[in-house]
């Protein structure tokens, strides 16, 4: 009985699990105190990895009985999706955040440390920078400019699969449209295993989300940043983290804002409705880079809760194709899924060159 060891570490906590074969046995989120996680990235190693420890020791899981390291994906070089062994050279990239700075690398440059103590290998699965983009997802009206595949790959390929498995067939073999409905929110069109089209879901595109400001025309924009006098990170850091819900109503948190809408609040309501119709022109757009084949629409994602949100998006895109709910994420049992999976042979380990 192979038991794996789950790490998800994020800019606040990390959270760890420990699964024996595709069960979990405990799952455990470590919050960090605010002085902690405001230190450089590469400082917080030490305390990260003293208080993941600190739980296993207090769940009685001792380091020594686990046969692997399942880490999320951090910010790499863009690749496919799949489950890819922590290398020399992908643990060098983490550790330098040489595509990009975000605390998820911390996942595999910690778990790399801990496999290498125990003589075991640690791995990534579906990491945010999956990229199987068809060409003429790509190209941009400017030379030299071309969008990038930056989106939740790690929860929308397994629902993707969760879904073909559900009605007997192959991811490789269906057409899907994932919608993921979170802090940040991407669409994505899987076509036989491979996402052909996606919105960059960090800072470039898509729909308002509670935190992302989505497409803005570029006059808009443009004017907007000169009036501010952004610095790029300023401005970086406004429309991935303080627009969309945040900046209409100075929170991130959709109950709230529905209960304003209950209440009779017009504003709330456009808003929200606004969100709706933005992630159904998605879907819609998903449907064309699909070519119309089209064998479920599936939304997922913390706001997929909602049944006001996803009444609104079914009401414009079900003559497209059935709607199926995954709400919430199952980011630890993912990860586990694709290191288990490649253990027993089901999969094949892929190579970070």
């Known amino acids: 009985m192979k038991k794996i060891l789950v790490l998800n570490l994020g800019s606040t906590s990390s959270k760890i699990a420990v699964f024996t074969e595709y069960d979990m046995k405990f799952e455990d989120v470590i919050r960090h105190d605010i002085e902690q996680t405001n230190l450089p990235l590469n400082d917080q190693v030490d305390f990260r990895l003293e208080s993941i420890k600190n739980a296993l020791n207090l769940h009685h899981i001792s380091l020594h009985a686990i046969d692997a390291i399942a880490c999320r994906g951090g910010v790499l070089k863009p690749i496919e999706g799949g489950t890819y062994i922590i290398n020399k050279k992908m643990y060098n990239d983490l550790k330098t955040f040489k ?41 941009t009206g400017i030379k030299g400019l071309e969008r990038r595949s930056i989106f939740h790959a790690l929860n929308q390929k397994s629902v993707a699969k969760e879904f ?3 009605v007997n067939r192959k991811y ?14 991407t669409v994505g069109a899987h076509r036989k295993g491979r996402v052909i089209e996606v919105n960059d879901g960090l800072l470039g595109e898509g729909p308002l989300s509670p935190e992302r400001a989505g497409s803005i025309p570029n006059d808009v924009l443009i004017t907007w940043l000169i009036e501010n006098e952004f610095t790029v990170h300023e401005a970086m850091n406004e429309l991935s983290k303080h627009a969309g819900l945040m900046s209409y109503f100075g929170t991130n948190n959709c109950l709230e804002i529905e209960k304003l809408m209950e209440n009779g609040d017009q504003k709330a309501q456009l808003v929200l409705d606004t969100m709706c119709y933005q992630v159904a022109k998605y879907i819609g757009a998903c449907a064309a880079s699909l070519e119309g084949d089209v064998d479920q629409i599936i939304l997922t994602g913390g706001l997929s ?6 009444n609104k998006v079914k009401q414009y895109v079900s003559w497209i194709q ?8 199952k980011e630890m049992h993912a990860l586990n899924t694709g290191v288990m999976d490649l253990l027993y042979g089901k999969i094949s380990t892929k190579s970070y060159e």
């Open 164 to 166: 073909a498995k559900s």
């Open 99 to 139: 595509y990009g700075f975000h605390a998820s690398n911390l996942s595999g440059v910690i778990g790399y440390e801990i496999a290498k103590e125990l003589n075991i290998e640690s791995y990534i699965v579906d990491p945010v920078v999956v990229d199987e983009l068809m060409p003429e997802a790509r190209l």
């Open 172 to 185: 490789e073999d269906i057409n899907v449209i994932v919608a993921h409905l979170g802090g940040g929110i």
């Open 305 to 310: 809760y909602s049944k006001y949100l996803i």
């Open 322 to 329: 059935n709607v199926t709910i995954y709400a919430g994420e």
